[in-house]
Each structure stands twice: as structure tokens, then as C-alpha cells.
Nanobody, 122 residues
Framework: QVQLVESGGGLVQAGGSLRLSCAAS????????VGWLRQAPGKEREFVAF????????FYANPVKGRFTISRDNAKNTVYLQMNSLKPEDTAVYYC???????????????WGQGTQVTVSS
């Protein structure tokens, strides 16, 4: 099993930046693909980005492409999401999650953190 704890959320103005962190513990963390997903008010949980277990491959949802960067440091058991040029539409609870295979469907992720709130004001 894997335990995940997100941090780094907060309130920022449009155009600002935040870096989210996901601290992981448990067996074989480095063998998992890790994704960031989010849930905005009144919307379903949606995929944001994932990174392979090796860190060699990453994929982003179209709304965040070019603005967000996912990375991982397996030595520190930590995954990051650097968010630049934030928009009000990015307001959501952000979750990190782990899966055995890379996936864009939230239902494919096996382990989830509790989430961290990101609010972007206009």
C-alpha cells in the first residue's frame, strides 16, 4: 500500500504560481506511476497530469499543457506539480494518486491523498 499527503495549496491571484508537493510512503513507491487530478466545484474529478515510475515520461491534460509541470524525486518519495500562469478555472481540490500503470481515468488510480485546495482569484 501507498500513503500520499498533498501540500502547497492556497489562494493566489490569476497569473500567479504555486507548487504542490505529494509526500509518499509505503512499499515500492518508485514502481508506481503518479498522477495529479483535481475536482472543481460542481464538476467531476478530472485528470491533470501523470508521470511514469521512472520519471522519463509525462502527459498533461490540454487545459494545463504548457503551464503545469509534473516531476518526481524517488529518493525523497515526493512528486511535485509546478503550476504557472494560474487561471480562475484552475480552482479545485488537487489530489495526487498512484497507479500501477499510467492513466488519465481517475478510476484507474489505486491510492489517493486527501487533497489540497487551490483557489485562483480573478
Amino acid at each position: 500500500q501507498v500513503q500520499l499527503v498533498e501540500s502547497g495549496g492556497g489562494l493566489v491571484q490569476a497569473g500567479g504560481s504555486l507548487r504542490l508537493s505529494c509526500a509518499a510512503s509505503g512499499r515500492a513507491f518508485s514502481s508506481y506511476a503518479v498522477g495529479w487530478l483535481r475536482q472543481a466545484p460542481g464538476k467531476e474529478r478530472e485528470f491533470v497530469a501523470f508521470i511514469s515510475w521512472s520519471g522519463d515520461s509525462a502527459f498533461y491534460a490540454n487545459p494545463v499543457k504548457g503551464r503545469f509541470t509534473i516531476s518526481r524525486d524517488n529518493a525523497k518519495n515526493t512528486v511535485y506539480l509546478q503550476m504557472n500562469s494560474l487561471k480562475p478555472e484552475d480552482t479545485a481540490v488537487y489530489y495526487c494518486a498512484a497507479a500501477r500503470t499510467v492513466a488519465t481515468n481517475p478510476r484507474r488510480y489505486d491510492y489517493w491523498g486527501q487533497g489540497t485546495q487551490v483557489t485562483v482569484s480573478s
